[in-house]
């Protein structure tokens, strides 16, 4: 497999501080000087990573029309987490678990957003369909701001096995569907739970909707009928984050 590219600041700090072996060079805007791009070369260097310094054009190249704040990472390839590593997370951990599932959510920048709200409401992991999924890619990462290094995404080949599976170990699934007639708030969520968030426009998939133990939505009280997959992910993994604090 070919190297990838980790472009933007946020980023870059993110990989050099969490997976520096992965890093295999850093190219820098020339005439970079400023304290955010010395504080990103301070790190390499901590860690040994090689520093190039290289033209605008070259970053552009390789960031593919993205931002990357004159920094781009030239990184080894990308690990999905497989089913057999969640089983052996969720083993070893010791607290109430708190899952985040996507169900066919396609938008790079969604995945990312949601990456970072589950890493910053503590959720153990990121769940999705290995196809008609985003997956790990400069964007999300970009996006994600530093959680895609610390949370794992987990590709499963059959959703809802997966969630079946989850049942088993004492799971309670819960996906959110505008039509459902019990609001998120009066679940309870201090149990092991699985928060599912369907994809873009047209929500979960049949299958997945089946094996939800409950459905619930958000109330709406304006106009918009609906919000989008990364906001509603937020909402809903600090609403346990919420519960779990009142005791």
């Keep these: 497999m070919s190297d990838e590219h980790v472009y933007g600041l946020h980023a870059v700090q993110a990989m050099l501080e969490r997976a520096p072996r992965r890093v295999r060079q850093l190219l820098v805007q020339r005439g970079r000087l400023d304290a955010r791009i010395q504080a990103v070369l301070e790190l390499a260097a901590s860690e040994s990573v090689e520093v190039d310094r290289v033209l605008p054009e070259e970053l552009d190249r390789l960031a593919d029309g993205g931002v990357h704040q004159g920094v781009v990472a030239r990184v080894s390839p990308s690990q999905l987490w497989s089913e057999e590593m969640l089983g052996h997370l969720l083993d070893k951990f010791d607290g109430v678990p708190l ?137 809903c993994l600090f609403e346990a984050v919420r519960q779990r604090a009142v005791r």
């Design 99 to 235: 899952l985040l599932v996507l169900d066919g959510v396609t938008d790079p920048h969604n995945l990312g957003a949601c990456l970072r709200s589950a890493d910053a409401a503590g959720a153990q992991a990121v769940i999705i369909p290995r196809d008609k999924s985003a997956s790990l890619s400069p964007t999300v990462r970009k996006v994600a701001c530093g959680a895609a290094e610390t949370v794992p995404l987990v590709a499963v080949t059959n959703l809802a096995r997966t969630l079946k599976q989850l049942q088993q170990r004492g799971l309670w699934i819960v996906g959110t569907a505008g039509e459902a007639e019990q609001l998120l708030y009066d679940i309870d969520l201090r149990v092991p739970t699985v928060i599912v968030m369907g994809a873009e426009g047209t929500g979960m998939r049949r299958l997945t909707r089946e094996h939800c133990d409950y459905l619930a939505k958000l109330p709406m009280a304006g106009a918009v009928s609906s919000l989008n997959v990364s906001v509603t992910a937020g909402i």
